[in-house]
């Protein structure tokens, strides 16, 4: 069965810093695009940044510069190293299978907050 | 960047009725790279139609998508009490990848 699991959301200050992992399964991992998303409470998706099998990577401009996409296909996990966090980030951060989101995970919360 | 916007932005219909959701692009999506996914209270997305008009493994038929170009259309042919939820397009031919804002289907 194909699963992506997301962790390492939580709280944080202003202008800290997290890393967000996707432990994926199920399918070949090495030779998928995988991307993140991220949805505030209440609002719509948007998309955040996605990274190819070759390891092209690309970002929302409102994320260029702080958020850094990366894999390691020997962990078959996907990771998105949040830094220089600000409120406006506060949301729930989903992986998701190719650019198109053939597959979701359940999502992990990032909360920036004094 | 494409900018996506549907319509309507709320959609009141009763099961068993037929469903018309719009989506357009500010331009062009390439190689029609759009997709709709369904997103209900608490739960993540899942994938409907990939490629504008491909269904996803293990959607019903009922669901469709047609278009092309910069406009493009996901049908519910008739609608089950599961399938009140909202909706969003997504294209994914050009980066930045954008989402529509989403449109709503409720109860009448």
């Known amino acids: 069965e194909v699963h992506l699991l997301e962790s390492g959301g939580g709280l944080v200050q202003p202008g800290g810093s997290l890393r967000l992992s996707c432990a994926a399964s199920?399918?070949?991992?090495?030779?998928?695009?995988m991307s993140w998303v991220r949805q505030a409470p209440g609002k719509g998706l948007e998309w955040v940044s996605s990274i190819t099998s070759g390891g092209n990577t690309y970002y929302a401009d409102s994320v260029k510069g702080r958020f850094t996409i990366s894999r390691d296909n020997s962990k078959n996990t996907l990771y998105l190293q949040v830094n220089s966090l600000r409120a406006e980030d506060t949301a729930v951060f989903y992986c998701g299978k190719g650019t198109a989101f053939e597959i979701w995970g359940q999502g992990t919360m990032v909360t920036v907050s004094s | 960047e494409i900018v996506l916007t549907q319509s309507p932005g709320t959609l009141s219909l009763s099961p068993g009725e037929r469903a018309t959701l719009s989506c357009r692009a500010s331009q062009s999506v390439n190689n029609n790279y759009l997709a709709w996914c369904q997103q209900k209270p608490g739960q993540a997305p899942r994938l409907l139609i990939y490629?504008?008009?491909s269904r996803a493994t293990g959607i019903p038929d009922r669901f469709s998508g047609s278009g092309s170009g910069t406009d493009f259309t996901l049908t519910i042919s008739r609608l089950e009490p599961e399938d009140f939820a909202v909706y969003y397009c997504q294209q994914y031919g050009n980066s930045p990848f954008t989402f529509g804002p989403g449109t709503k289907v409720d109860i009448k």
């Open positions: 199920g399918f070949t991992f090495s030779s998928s695009a």
């Open positions: 490629g504008a008009s």
